[in-house]
């Protein structure tokens, strides 16, 4: 025993095994497959380009140029460049800034010409409402304008004057048959409430027609259940709806 720990400390003592060489393929073959497999996707997907059709390839280019919102040169020079998405975003913040700022207009004039009792504005993100008070612009049954349907009406015509907004008239009615035998229905009575007030517009402004349109609802599209006199009153409006010049629809 002692002689075999001296041989081994004299370095003749048995040597060991040298390591068993791994299995499979050699590491850098892997990688080398790799690469190939990926150089012949790369030329598999040049060949399919070459039988691609134009027309669809250049809308294909257009999709991913306005999803990433790549900006590109009007070659006719009749606009700034823009990508489709900025714009539409810009155009709606100029839109609402419209919108407020009419709300604001129509509001001051309102106190300016104490209509107070007879006008309420609101604003939303389709545009700007007028409400008058048929009862204070109409009597009961007929369309003949009073004098606090002039002052309102010129103040829409202001309005109007100082944008370029679209107006929508719309007459309202309660749900009584009206008192008149000119009009047979509720239906006729607000229509010709709201057309009157389109004529007057007309007459007293150089406002296109292609701006306006009047429309009668009846006594379809009520604020408040017609339960009471209150509630009646209030019904019978004349709504004047401005909506942005862009929309498409109106």
């Known amino acids: 025993m002692a002689e075999q720990e001296a041989l081994e400390q004299k370095g003749g003592g048995p040597k060991s095994d040298p390591p068993k060489p791994e299995e499979g393929i050699p590491p850098w073959m892997a990688t080398f497959a790799d690469m190939v497999t990926l150089l012949l996707c790369f030329f598999v997907l040049l060949l ?12 294909l280019m257009g999709s991913i140029q306005e999803a990433l919102g790549v900006q590109y040169e009007d070659r006719a020079a009749l606009s700034t460049p823009y990508a489709d998405t900025s714009f539409k975003e810009r155009e709606s913040v100029r839109e609402n800034r419209e919108i407020v700022e009419l709300g604001a207009l129509l509001k001051k004039a309102i106190r300016a010409k104490d209509l107070t009792s007879m006008a309420r504005v609101s604003t939303d993100k389709s545009g700007v409402m007028l409400r008058l008070s048929s009862q204070a612009m109409f009597k009961k049954g007929s369309v003949e304008l009073s004098a606090e349907a002039r002052k309102g009406l010129d103040m829409v015509i202001e309005a109007m004057g100082k944008t370029d907004f679209n107006l929508i008239i719309r007459g309202h009615t309660d749900g009584d048959r009206p ?3 000119l009009y047979g229905s ?10 009157r007030c389109l004529r007057y517009i007309l007459d007293h402004s150089d406002i296109p027609a292609t701006r306006m349109k009047a429309v009668g609802y009846g006594s379809a599209k009520p604020i408040l259940p017609s339960t009471s006199e209150e509630n009646s009153s209030a019904n019978r409006r004349v709504e004047f709806f401005y909506l942005p010049a862009g929309r498409s629809k109106w």
Not at 48 to 59: A, E, G, L, P, R
Not at 186 to 195: C, E, I, Q, V
């Open 179 to 181: 008192e008149s035998n």
């Open 48 to 59: 399919s380009f070459t039988n691609q059709d134009v027309t669809n390839f250049k809308m």
């Open 186 to 195: 509720n239906w006729d009575l607000s229509a010709a409430r709201a057309a």
